[in-house]
T-cell receptor
Framework: DTAVSQTPKYLVTQMGNDKSIKCEQNLGHDTMYWYKQDSKKFLKIMFS???????INETVPNRFSPKSPDKAHLNLHINSLELGDSAVYFC???????????FGQGTRLTVV | QKEVEQDPGPLSVPEGAIVSLNCTYSNSAFQYFMWYRQYSRKGPELLMYTYSSGNKEDGRFTAQVDKSSKYISLFIRDSQPSDSATYLCAMSAKGYSSASKIIFGSGTRLSIRP
């Protein structure tokens, strides 16, 4: 039974399109995150929500909009996709903000 | 200067060797320290989690934190080919604010030769 699951696993789309990635956790955690991993494997935080409240919003273009309908779900919507958005996006969750985080399997986004 | 520095490697050692992986950091507010293992095309998997200074052992893995030197280590004993992966250190501060975000090192690519 997957703890943190995200869909889709792969996403190939054209520049200018809008796409969404969904994430769900069944660990009962209060905090959820979106991370971006570039081609050099560097993991950079994008957003963090705690109990549906936005806590962390890094310097991410406002084309990226997270949404947390409840504390078990955190979705990421991306408008007007650009080539530079190509990366692997990871969802994660932790019991409390800054605590040990558990990651999903990632969504590999390719913008062509 | 990055908040968390980690040698990217690659590091190649023979099977059975003891592996030492390290990170340094600059933010003295960090209190939680984590090590993750990431296989190719997979998500990071939490290996070790420690709070403040000291040692923690779990099977073949030992995590050490030296807050006075701002230096953390992960030791792998009796290394196996299945340990070949990228290892990421991560750390965060306490509290309910953006200051408690988890910051990752750039990862060390480890290869265990049979």
């Amino acid at each position: 039974d997957t703890a943190v699951s995200q869909t889709p696993k792969y996403l190939v789309t054209q520049m200018g399109n809008d796409k969404s990635i969904k994430c769900e956790q069944n660990l009962g955690h209060d905090t959820m995150y979106w991370y971006k991993q570039d081609s050099k494997k560097f993991l950079k935080i994008m957003f963090s929500y705690n109990n549906k409240e936005l806590i962390i919003n890094e310097t991410v273009p406002n084309r990226f909009s997270p949404k947390s309908p409840d504390k078990a779900h955190l979705n990421l919507h991306i408008n007007s996709l650009e080539l530079g958005d190509s990366a692997v996006y990871f969802c994660a969750s932790s019991q409390a903000i800054g605590g040990e985080a558990f990651f999903g399997q990632g969504t590999r986004l390719t913008v062509v | 200067q990055k908040e968390v520095e980690q040698d990217p490697g690659p590091l190649s050692v023979p099977e059975g060797a003891i592996v030492s992986l390290n990170c340094t950091y600059s933010n003295s507010a960090f209190q939680y320290f984590m090590w993750y293992r990431q296989y190719s095309r997979k998500g990071p998997e939490l290996l070790m989690y420690t709070y403040s200074s000291g040692n923690k052992e779990d099977g073949r893995f030992t995590a050490q934190v030296d807050k006075s030197s701002k230096y953390i280590s992960l030791f792998i004993r009796d290394s196996q080919p299945s340990d070949s992966a990228t290892y990421l250190c991560a750390m965060s501060a306490k509290g309910y604010s953006s200051a408690s975000k988890i910051i990752f090192g750039s990862g060390t690519r480890l290869s265990i030769r049979p």
